[in-house]
Structure formats: C-alpha cells, structure tokens
C-alpha cells in the first residue's frame, strides 16, 4: 500500500536551516507530482511547495519563496523540502502528500502523517 513517511523535523533557532524528507513506497514514485503541507498550531492547513513528476516543475508559496526549495530524487523514491532562514511562522506540522497525476492536478489522495518542525530561540 501506498506510504508516505517524512522526517527530519525538530527544533531550530529563527534563521537556521532544516531539510525536510518524504521517504515514499507502494507506488510508482517517479511518475506521481507530491506537494508539502503544512499546518500551524490552532490553524488550518496551508499549501507550501509542489513538485511536478515528468519535469521536475515547481511551485513554492508566496510565505517561503526564496527560502525553502522542493526538489525529488526518483532513484530514492524521496522528496525533499530545504528550509533556509527560518522564521518563528514557519513552526508547523509538515506533510507530504502524493498527487492523482503527474502535474498540479489532481486531489492529493495520500499523506504523511507529518513532522514537527519547531522554529524557537
């Protein structure tokens, strides 16, 4: 069956980095986009990068441009979220979710069950 584990989340002083991962199983990984979500403490959830299956295409959220970077190693089964310069608004649970296709549409039908990222002096 379809799993979605990530990892490396924690704890992280404002400005530092943390690379996020999503170790993926029981699917063809290479031809399916997966997209990160995260969801802050009393909010709801919140759309954070996406990456594309055939082109490697990506889209990042207005929030994070030009601090966190998504990319995929299909050889792993593994996508990634880099996280620069963190802010305190960045502290969330992060999902990974997989995509119903290869591009930006499509529902995300499985998800992770989420890593805590912490983001405090």
């Known amino acids: 069956q379809v799993q979605l584990v990530e990892s490396g989340g924690g704890l992280v002083q404002p400005g530092g980095p943390l690379r996020l991962s999503c170790a993926a199983s029981?699917?063809?990984?290479?031809?399916?986009?997966m997209t990160w979500v995260r969801q802050a403490p009393g909010k709801g959830l919140e759309w954070v990068s996406h990456?594309?299956?055939?082109?490697?295409?990506?889209y990042i959220a207005d929030a994070v441009k030009g601090r966190f970077t998504i990319s995929r190693d299909n050889a792993k089964n593994t996508v990634y979220l880099q996280m620069n310069s963190l802010k305190v608004e960045d502290t969330a649970v992060y999902y990974c979710?997989?995509?119903?296709?290869?591009?930006?549409?499509?529902?995300?039908?499985?998800w992770g069950r989420g890593t805590l990222v912490f983001v405090s002096s």
């Open positions: 029981g699917f063809t990984f290479s031809s399916y986009a």
């Open positions: 990456i594309n299956s055939e082109n490697s295409r990506t």
């Open positions: 979710a997989k995509r119903e296709g290869s591009s930006t549409v499509g529902a995300m039908d499985y």
